[in-house]
């Protein structure tokens, strides 16, 4: 044997060589050890064999190498025992020699990978698998004696890299981020005002391949985005044209470059708007700035040529007849009655939906919008719900009105909601109703009207237009479709023409705006919940979108969602070299889709670029321009390896509004779970809800509510306090006149108005939100946005009211003193209700609240569930009926003493008036009110449906004895 790198020819012992063991050859081929067996059979020896002791086998006589190989297990035997340990020798010392500069290069990019500055996860993950990649060349570390001239540092080095667990990452992680703390402790302590926290450092400092910084209401997320554009610059891990800074508005941006102006100097980082960097990307590709359309600043002007080019397009017969179709088949979401709990939720839709027939009226249901299109279109004159023709009004009963009439046919159609079984909605009485539809058949029959039936099963299962074409044809009647023209002159004539234009300016905003690809586009329609209203509409708007595009390129113009949708198309095909290897986003949760898009190619684009993102999911407030909540939520799931820094101490508000508005928002369990901590602790509620009437005053001496509490501010606020009046909508808000009439009547405090969107961003002493009431224009809104432009939007989250209640968070963290919450209970707002009802400290006491109004919000409609029931005037006086009319028709009467509203208690209406509290029994037959009346025997109660002749409710009762404990009401 020698040690040289010649080859090494082996011979077993004479004896074994009788029993059939082979001399082998064995040499160094490139990398490999390679071994020749006498009979020409060529193998690779595998490094596990070489640094596996017991490859070598000695038996009492001789010994043998059992090696793996490329192509198995084989093995050398009959070999001397002193020749066998040579010959494995010789084989782990030339296998370390080959290897060994290897490990040592690997080593080094090792060593250099993780000395680039914070231990990414895409480093650790590169460095991890150059370490696994050597560690197979050698599978274990080498003792000193195998090889005396090879060094084994560099082998224990990548063997250590290769078995790193999480926990091992994570100490190097954080031992990097506690040097750098220390080290650049004094620019922490000024860059700012103040010094930044420890959170706010560790923001700075962390460097993962994505990071996701939750900053809380009043945490200094600015605070955050400055200091880490300035500690990569004083650390020299990147030049100021490296680092690229994106804000959404140009006032934000604006903001954003003065503050890192003031505490960086002109350092030469940029705030840019997404627009601009949009616009600027083009122009480096283009050569040359692009020029803006003027339609797109001016919404008004794009409506109106969207309008005109949609008028141009009904000229075409094959559009026309598109559109005819749409309108009357797809202009309202299919949805099943039975699929809704209560009455008032399925009339939720019918008024979210504004659902009418081609003639413009107010229709109960889908159903009948549907029929009530199908006879138009027929040419059949139709009447809505009118009045029997034989007259059926009793005490008990009002007239009968059936669905339909045909006038010039005589014919009357009711269309019937059960399904094949003879089941109603789940808010619907089986019985009465089957009772009712008996009793109608029975009318006709004994009046001698004809009457056609359809059911509501039919129109789900496609058929009940061809059934009402059935009876009609079998009664005789003849269609005549009216021409494309008429329907449409009768569209114009109701504005479903002007309104649905409308419609599609908005659309081509929205679609543009979300730069599709075409898969997106297919997936938007299957994945709408009426894909067939959603394709049908979008076949409407694409000759708009082509006439809308050929205008921008004959004009060889732009608008602002050709910055965002050009300029994917640019970095994504590589036309535009990106400079940045930092890229840091202010208010993430805002982001849409496309501009994810965009910061995801931009990332791509360049190697080891970091994204460094600040947001808030608590203040998400602008799904309806686009924004995708989850893109914060599943931050991970979207970008990759992050790590999240959440800043937990806020310096605006105190402990008080801090859990109010955290208990509050948290509700949603999709909101990311953080603990939020104030530097101010208080033991008191600092949220304070006003319940008065928000009828107007009785005297012009008497406060409204507004000036109570602001009179209340006025009193307990240091002089010069800032005080925000807060609505969901500009128009809760006080006007011009009457502001300046406040601030003069209280000079010591400043009052400013806000809508709670516009408030985003700025803080106050004091806040008053108002406009707490329920309803389409409530709070939180019950507005729903149009189906076709909800399918271009972010999917809808399940949990209800989900942005909104983000906006009420968002209002209240506006506050650093006090919160004041104004309602009034007969109309209160859900969140009204939830907060008073909940598990939350709020301050009940601050101002004096009438009996009735903490009963109010207790009083719903007991008819439809969901409505509220609100006083009216009629002709005969003051009623209370319920808001959710025309729809729902049920009313109370008010209290015969003082007209204030009754509440119900087991079989009494009792008055919510404390000064009151007369109370009336209801009838268990009819549910009329009873009256006392005076017979020949004396006085009894008897129903007020009594009449002396004709159909009656002739219940009565000698006595009915009232429960006084039933004017204590149960606790709100």
Not at 242 to 263: C, S, V, Y
Not at 785 to 814: F, I, K, N, Q, S
């Amino acid at each position: 044997m020698n040690s040289q790198n010649a080859p090494i020819h082996v011979v077993p012992h004479w004896l074994m060589r009788c029993f059939g063991a082979e001399s082998v050859t064995c040499h160094l081929v490139g990398d490999d050890l390679q071994v020749v067996t006498k009979c020409d059979e060529k193998y690779l020896v595998l490094a596990a064999s070489l640094a596996n002791e017991a490859s070598l086998q000695e038996g009492v006589f001789f010994a043998r190498l059992e090696l793996q190989t490329n192509i198995g297990r084989k093995s050398i035997p009959g070999l001397r025992k002193k020749d066998a340990q040579a010959l494995f020798w010789w084989m782990r010392e030339h296998w370390l020699r080959q290897v060994a500069p290897e490990v040592v290069i690997a080593a080094d990019e090792i060593r250099t990978l993780l000395t680039q500055g914070y231990p990414r996860q895409s480093r650790l993950k590169a460095a991890r698998a150059l370490a696994q990649q050597a560690l197979s060349r050698f599978v274990r570390v080498p003792d000193p004696e195998w090889c005396a001239d090879v060094q084994g540092v560099p082998f224990k080095w990548v063997a250590a890299v290769a078995g790193w667990q999480d926990d091992d990452l994570e100490k190097l992680r954080q031992s990097y981020v506690a040097r750098q703390l220390q080290r650049y402790a004094g620019y922490f302590d000024a860059v700012e005002s103040l010094p930044l926290t420890e959170c706010q450092r560790q923001a700075c400092v962390v460097d993962e391949d994505n990071n996701l910084v939750l900053a809380g209401a009043g945490t200094g997320k600015t605070s955050v985005m400055v200091g880490r554009a300035g500690y990569l610059i004083k650390s020299a891990q990147a030049q100021a044209s490296e680092i690229l800074m994106l804000a959404f508005a140009n006032k934000a941006a604006a903001e954003m470059q003065e503050r890192i102006d003031h505490r960086l100097g002109k350092c030469g980082i940029t705030a840019s708007t997404f627009h601009k960097l949009g616009k600027e990307i083009i122009a480096n590709v283009e050569g040359q700035q692009p020029s803006l359309s003027p339609l797109a600043e001016d919404d008004k002007a794009l409506a109106l040529q969207v309008s005109q080019w949609f008028e141009e397009h009904l000229k075409a017969p094959v559009y026309q007849q598109l559109a005819i179709k749409y309108f009357q088949h797809h202009l309202y979401p299919a949805v099943n009655p039975f699929d809704f709990e209560s009455e008032g939720e399925y009339f939720d839709y019918i008024l979210a939906n504004d659902i009418r027939t081609l003639k413009g009226e107010v229709v109960k249901s889908l159903g009948e919008c549907l029929l009530a299109n199908y006879l138009f279109r027929q040419g059949i004159e139709y009447q809505y719900e009118p009045a029997y023709e034989h007259r059926t009004a009793s005490s008990l009963y009002r007239q009968y009105q059936p669905d339909f009439y045909l006038p010039e046919h005589g014919i009357y159609i009711e269309y019937f909601g059960i399904d094949r079984e003879g089941n109603t909605a789940p808010y619907v009485d089986h019985e009465k109703y089957h009772q009712g539809m008996d009793w109608k058949r029975q009318l006709h029959t004994e009046k001698g009207t004809r009457l056609i039936e359809l059911y509501h099963y039919e129109l789900q299962e496609g058929v009940l237009f061809d059934t009402l074409d059935a009876q009609l044809a079998e009664l005789n009647v003849e269609y005549q479709p009216l021409p494309p023209e008429a329907v449409l002159a009768t569209l114009r004539e109701f504005g479903a023409i002007s309104s649905f234009a409308i419609l599609l300016a908005d659309l081509l905003k929205r679609y543009r705006a979300n730069c599709y690809e075409q898969k997106q586009v297919e997936a938007v329609i299957a994945d709408a919940k009426n894909p067939e209203q959603v394709d049908a509409a979008l076949n409407l708007l694409r000759p708009i979108l082509n006439d809308y595009q050929a205008l921008l390129d004959r004009e060889g113009q732009i608008d602002f969602d050709d910055m965002i949708g050009k300029a994917i198309q640019y970095v994504r095909q590589g036309r535009f070299r990106s400079p940045w290897r930092y890229i840091l986003v202010d208010e993430f949760q805002d982001i849409s889709e496309a501009r994810a898009r965009l910061v995801r190619y931009l990332r791509d684009a360049v190697k080891d670029c970091s994204l460094f993102c600040v947001g808030d999911d608590w203040q998400a407030i602008y799904r309806f321009t686009g924004s995708d909540l989850s893109f914060t939520t599943a931050f991970r799931e979207k970008f990759g390896a992050t790590k999240v820094t959440a800043l937990d101490l806020t310096f605006r508000f105190n402990s008080g509004i801090s859990d109010v508005a955290t208990g509050f928002v948290l509700q949603n369990p999709v909101q990311i779970q953080k603990q939020l901590n104030t530097q101010e602790k208080v033991k008191h509620p600092t949220v304070s809800l006003l319940r008065a009437d928000n009828r107007p005053q009785q005297s012009p001496e008497e406060p409204g509510r507004l000036e109570k509490v602001i009179s209340r501010i006025a009193d307990i606020a240091e002089p010069g306090s800032s005080v925000y009046l807060l609505g969901r909508y500009g128009f809760n808000l006080p006007d011009r006149k009457e502001l300046q009439w406040l601030a003069a009547r209280y000079p010591s405090i400043t009052l400013a108005c806000h809508t709670v969107h516009a408030s985003k961003g700025k803080e106050a002493d004091y806040v008053i939100v108002l406009g707490l009431e329920t309803g389409k224009f409530g709070f939180p809104s019950g507005k729903t946005t149009h189906p076709l432009l909800e399918a271009l939007l972010p999917p809808l989250e399940d949990y209800p009211h989900a942005e909104e209640r983000r906006l009420l968070y968002v209002a209240m963290t506006r506050a650093r003193c006090r919160v004041y919450l104004i309602a009034d209970m007969a109309v209160a707002s859900g969140f009204v209700v939830e907060l008073l009802m909940g598990d939350y400290e709020i301050d009940l006491n601050e101002f004096s609240t009438s009996l009735s109004q903490q009963l109010l919000n207790l009083l719903k409609c007991m008819k439809c569930k969901t409505g509220t029931m609100v006083p009216r005037q009629g002709p005969f006086g003051r009623f209370f009926g319920c808001n959710k009319f025309p729809l729902c028709s049920h009313k109370e009467r008010g209290c015969e003493r003082c007209e204030s509203q009754m509440r119900r208690a087991g079989r009494f209406k009792i008055c919510i008036n404390p000064d009151c509290s007369s109370w009336v029994p209801v009838c268990p037959q009819c549910g009329a009110e009873m009256v006392r009346r005076k017979g020949r025997y004396g006085q009894f109660w008897g129903c007020k449906n009594y009449r002396n002749e004709g159909e009656c409710c002739k219940h009565t009762e000698n006595e009915i004895i009232f429960d006084e404990n039933l004017l204590i009401p149960e606790s709100p």
